[in-house]
């Protein structure tokens, strides 16, 4: 039962009257004339409020993700997604929108599944996205909680194991950091991009469009390289300092 209950309902759900109203007509397609209040509102209101307090009654956090109730293709791997995909998965996450939950979580799993279900380049601005994001709307509430929390785990995790590498790597320069170099850090993405299309030979549009495990691989393999660089140069500096002590 609680399948009638679709992600969009959520904003008639979480208000702080919740607008059983609404809710009744669109799942049972309550009409508010004569006939319908004599026969059918008292029916319809019990079996609208049973349903949202049932699912009230569910704590969302704890919704697991059952692949068997979802129609909606999800990539196994979150860092497969496109570099452009993750950036406004990252941005979403960040933000402090004041927006309808259940929007949100459409939009960030239409972001992150994208791919997985559509042909072409991601594009949030394109006719397909926006399809696809009225898909998930109407899919029940349940499942695309469910593979929202799944997703949101996944982002997560991947951001968590990124920051665990690129720390392993982090060469440390206070000259640059008394220098004022920490500022540079809100070009990260641009440099990011610029470096991809140097180093793949692809174009600026290109570049968006591919993997985040490609474009973040790519910038550990060069924060790795540069690691190494400084390491060297610190053990031919310990070396010359020695020789000359020697000597």
Known sequence: MLDKLKLRHLEAITQEKTDYASLMVDIYGYKNNWLGKKLMFLKLFSKTYSLVEE???IDPAKIEFDPETCDIKYPQNIDTITFAA???IHSLMDSKQNRDIGDLMAEQIAIACYSENNEGNFDKDTLEFKNFKTHIDNSPAISM???????YRQVLASAKMWQERFLSVQVEDKDYENAGGKRMGQFNIVTTIKNICNDFNVSYEQAWQLSYALTQTNSYSRATEAHIQKRMSDIKEERM???????
């Open 55 to 57: 699912l009230k009654s």
């Open 86 to 88: 993750m950036m406004e």
């Open 145 to 151: 909680i469910g593979l929202y929390n799944h997703i």
């Open 241 to 247: 300092k020695r020789e000359r002590k020697v000597s």
